[in-house]
């Protein structure tokens, strides 16, 4: 069976089952491999996409669920060649070590900072749940907030 | 960073031909490796380059270590370039081939002591060469590529390329070499003022005889190194371009996924494959003494596959072990404590536990593998692409010449990836082999990478202090089971009696190199110890410590900077508490204070962790104090949620929901300052790993009154017993 997905602003045409998951199409059947496998079960957020501009888990969304609406990956996130403020901030805090965990927790975070532009320590706690072996934590949290702060400098003055 | 690959050596050796390449031999101390890379060297695979200088004035370094997060080669690159004065911005970074030229033998220089006469030097450095190669060591371990690759091979490298350029320029302007000066990419001749670049003196710099004993740049006048520059593999890690060992792509390539016997050292005994080769995808079920794979046009499908499956295996013998069987060994091997002077007024004794532990890189092992008549390709992560090409070799009957290991960046290898660790190799090829010649991508999935890790050894050690009348220390010494060195166990206090003592007790769990490998349990053992006497004494921890490191400068200057840092002795709220703690590992000496607080219900919560480290010198600024934080961070995650548990011979956590790791909400804040003692370098991806856990636990007991001496920290209810 056919399946249409579109991914970063693309149509494909993908013959594999519904029940594949989509990170595994992205990964396998398009090439995208930002996109990472680190658990299987929800549980890492290394796999994380955005669906119509939320992020989720990829690993455990069979792919059916995704046609008809806009799949974002990490390779799509930057526009016409500008990376996307939280990939600037990401190099400007030098953030990732390996980097492995970067491309999910890169998707999680524009998706909080689409919802909540200038989110508090605690919002961040809550929303944030990606795992990083390598303990970039102190520094994901200073970019979350360089990459908020431009928008409330006009804010604040 | 580049990825080096057979084209690209054939393409710089066509540099070379065309006369534009500046080559130094990278093992400038060992005879023989001096000579200049001729023009057809790439031909013969004799490329002993480091360092490449192309007329756009762009410097190219090869880096014998592999990228895992550490920011190693950009950190290498650095010291060659600071002794080059070289522009930056025109620096780029290659990772060396997998071939011997290229073991990095430095490594052996380094772990064997640093106290080398002159005289001596060549031989040693010879010498070890020679071992390194022999055994087929590329290894990125040990703390050591930035102080063995980097001060012996890196800085001289640098410093042949300056003087070869500086004497190229001497000859085209007509002047002595002492009038000009290398800086940022330029020599430069005052006097007249006349000037050229690298990369137009390249070509005749290339004929030139590469100095033997150049002269490094006096560290009072580095300008490159101590900054923190910004890391030349991040663009990479923002957009999704980074190629990851599990991210390879070869043409036709098949999936595989696998199950082992659950028992360690179990093996297949029977399995009906029928119920998976009918289903979509699979083009084959082998059945391996080790385990059952299914190999299929997706990973997806061929785990779907494997699930259906139902194999009987054998347990080899160990289904009686478990978790409780192992630490009941070690308690009757540790027999009674450490006997103590009779003059004792006080005598404190504790016994300390810590669990086996995964490595559990976020990447999960996988290898991709193609056997084609008689030659292999291999393309994996791995922290040392020699031995894993042995490796390869071996599995399949071949010499190591007719196997090309494509190494690709390690999403965390922690020590995982280690050479006698490539089990991962080893299977991998034979999968390949099997589907010849088809390529086959085997993908482990985290239950696989959890469950047939090489374990950071779980461990147990029984103490006995002594305190004269006025809580002066006359003994510490200790008993341990598990494992340990005399790095691991040494404490630099002045104390009249130390001892520690290894009691063995065997156990078949396959145990690895975990980050600072024996000094993480120990660090725990020894530094809780040391404040459990402290409190006995009545004095306060830092200060009792402090007070036994007069002969110890440097531990003490990082002890006392800790406690500046954290803000030492100022008065906390109630519930809130600090604990100190400090270790040497590879070189360099860590004091860490973990500031917490633990609520009346026995909550913790980590607030701040203070480090002052004493690596010698920083090269990076930035990726030094990243590493410290991901350090800290990596062994947080251990001392509070980190365990592997035995039990009927089998590991029982499977994945990131039964096997915990602390995320952002845990993640407490962390300040990292260096001290410049000038001593030798010493290693930076794991020493601040050792303290963490002691540091975490003497907070707790600042705070709640609860002393934890069994890791991870969960395991204690942190509510005061009455
Ligand atoms: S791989 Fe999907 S959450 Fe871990
Ligand atoms: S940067 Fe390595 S796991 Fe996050």
Same mark, same amino acid.
């Given at each position: 069976m056919a399946i249409t997905l579109t991914v970063n602003g693309t149509e494909h045409l993908l013959d594999v089952e519904p029940d594949m998951p989509l990170l595994w199409a992205l990964r396998e059947t398009l090439g995208l491999t930002g996109t990472k496998f680190g658990c299987g079960i929800a549980a890492c957020g290394a796999c994380t996409v955005h669906l119509d501009g939320r992020p989720v888990r990829t690993?455990?969304?069979?792919?059916?669920?995704?046609?008809?609406?806009?799949?974002?990956?990490?390779? $799509?996130?930057? &526009?016409? *060649?500008?990376?996307? %403020? /939280?990939?600037?901030?990401?190099?400007?805090?030098?953030?990732?070590q390996c $980097?492995?965990? &970067?491309? *999910?927790?890169?998707? %999680? /975070?524009?998706?909080?900072?689409?919802?909540?532009?200038n989110p508090t320590d605690d919002e961040i706690d809550a929303s944030l749940t990606n795992?990083?072996?390598?303990?970039?934590?102190a520094r994901v949290r200073k970019a979350i907030h360089q990459a908020a702060a431009p928008r409330t400098e006009g804010a604040a003055s | 960073m580049n990825k080096w690959t057979r084209r690209a050596f054939i393409g710089a050796g066509t540099i070379t031909g065309g006369?534009?390449?500046?080559?130094?031999?990278?093992?400038?101390?060992?005879?023989?490796?001096?000579?200049?890379?001729?023009?057809?060297?790439?031909?013969?695979?004799?490329?002993?380059?480091?360092?490449?200088v192309t007329p756009d004035n762009l410097i190219t370094i090869l880096i014998p270590h592999c990228e895992m997060g550490q920011g190693t080669p950009t950190a290498l690159a650095m010291m060659a370039a600071e002794e080059m004065n070289a522009d930056w911005r025109l620096v780029r970074v290659q990772e060396a081939p997998a071939l011997d030229e290229y073991a990095n033998g430095y490594i052996i220089r380094t772990l064997s002591g640093d106290y080398v006469p002159a005289v001596m030097a060549r031989g040693v450095d010879y010498g070890a060469f020679k071992i390194a190669q022999w055994f087929g060591f590329q290894v990125t371990g040990g703390s050591t590529a930035v102080r063995s690759t980097g001060e012996y091979g890196m800085r001289v490298a640098g410093a042949a390329a300056k003087e070869m350029l500086l004497t190229a320029a001497a000859q085209q302007f007509g002047v002595s070499m002492a009038e000009c000066t290398a800086?940022?990419?330029?020599?430069?001749?005052?006097?007249?003022?006349?000037?050229?670049?690298?990369?137009?003196?390249?070509?005749?710099?290339?004929?030139?005889?590469?100095?033997?004993?150049?002269?490094?740049?006096?560290?009072?006048?580095?300008?490159?190194?101590?900054?923190?520059?910004?890391?030349?593999?991040?663009?990479?890690?923002?957009?999704?371009?980074?190629?990851?060992?599990?991210?390879?792509?070869?043409?036709?390539?098949?999936?595989?996924?696998?199950?082992?016997?659950p028992v360690q050292g179990g093996r297949v005994v029977h399995v009906d494959t029928k119920p998976a080769e009918a289903m979509r995808g699979v083009k084959k079920v082998l059945v391996l003494e080790e385990a059952v794979v299914v190999v299929a046009d997706s990973f997806w499908r061929a785990r779907k596959a494997l699930a259906a499956l139902t194999p009987e295996f054998h347990d080899g013998g160990n289904a009686g072990v478990s978790s409780e069987t192992i630490f009941a060994a070690f308690d009757a091997a540790l027999g009674a404590p450490p006997q103590m002077p009779a003059t004792a007024a006080t005598v404190v004794t504790a016994d300390y536990k810590v669990p086996f532990l995964a490595h559990a890189g976020m990447e999960p092992i996988s290898c991709t593998a193609r056997v084609d008549g008689s030659h292999c390709d291999v393309w994996t992560g791995v922290q040392d692409p020699l031995n894993a090409r042995s490796t390869a070799a071996k599995a399949l009957g071949f010499e190591n010449e007719q196997v090309t290991v494509h190494n690709q960046l390690l999403g965390g290898g922690f020590g995982r990836r280690l050479p006698f660790n490539f089990d991962y190799v080893d299977l991998g090829v034979r999968i390949a082999k099997a589907m010849s010649p088809t390529p086959v991508k085997m993908i482990w999935t985290r239950e696989n990478d959890t469950q047939h890790d090489y374990y950071r050894p779980a461990g147990m050690s029984r103490h006995a202090g002594a305190l004269d009348a006025n809580g002066v220390p006359l003994a510490a010494s200790s008993f341990y089971a598990g494992g340990g060195n005399g790095e691991a166990v040494f404490m630099p206090y002045a104390i009249p009696e130390k001892d520690a003592d290894a009691k063995d007790a065997a156990h078949p769990i396959r145990l690895g190199q975990w980050r600072s490998v024996l000094n993480s349990q120990h660090g725990f053992f020894k530094e809780s110890f040391i404040d459990e006497m402290a409190h006995a004494a009545g004095k306060d921890p830092f200060e009792f410590r402090r007070t036994m490191l007069n002969q110890q400068p440097r531990f003490k200057a990082a002890l006392e900077k800790a406690a500046a840092m954290s803000g030492w002795g100022t008065p906390l709220p109630a519930g809130e508490g600090r604990g100190i703690a400090i270790c040497e590992s590879f070189g360099t000496i860590v004091a860490e204070v973990a500031h917490v607080s633990v609520s009346v219900a026995g909550r913790l919560k980590v607030l701040h962790m203070y480090a002052a480290v004493d690596c010698g010198d920083v090269v990076n600024l930035d990726t030094a104090t990243a590493q410290v934080e991901g350090g800290i961070i990596f062994a947080l995650s251990a001392a509070l949620l980190g365990e592997i548990t035995i039990k009927d011979g089998r590991v029982v956590e499977r994945n990131f929901r039964d096997h915990q790791m602390i995320r952002i909400v845990d993640a407490p804040l962390v300040s990292v300052e260096f001290i410049r003692s000038n001593a030798l370098l010493g290693g930076l991806g794991e020493p601040a790993v050792p303290p963490a856990a002691a540091a975490l636990t003497n907070a707790i007991y600042a705070a709640a009154g609860v002393r934890v001496r069994e890791l991870p920290v969960k395991k204690t209810p942190l509510v005061k017993q009455a």
């Open positions: 690993c455990t969304l069979p792919i059916s669920a995704a046609v008809g609406k806009r799949v974002t990956t990490i390779e $799509g996130l930057a &526009q016409h *060649g500008t990376l996307h %403020a /939280v990939q600037q901030v990401w190099v400007d805090a030098q953030v990732p $980097g492995y965990c &970067q491309s *999910g927790i890169i998707m %999680a /975070v524009a998706g909080l900072l689409a919802q909540t532009p795992i990083c072996r390598c303990g970039t934590f | 006369g534009f390449l500046l080559g130094v031999a990278g093992f400038t101390l060992a005879p023989g490796r001096h000579t200049l890379v001729s023009a057809d060297a790439g031909e013969h695979g004799q490329l002993t380059t480091w360092i490449t800086k940022s990419g330029r020599v430069l001749h005052a006097a007249s003022g006349r000037s050229a670049s690298f990369g137009e003196l390249a070509r005749a710099a290339a004929a030139l005889p590469v100095p033997t004993s150049p002269a490094l740049k006096n560290p009072d006048t580095f300008t490159l190194r101590r900054t923190a520059v910004p890391r030349l593999d991040i663009p990479s890690k923002v957009d999704g371009s980074a190629i990851y060992g599990i991210d390879v792509s070869v043409p036709g390539m098949l999936y595989a996924a696998v199950d082992f016997a």
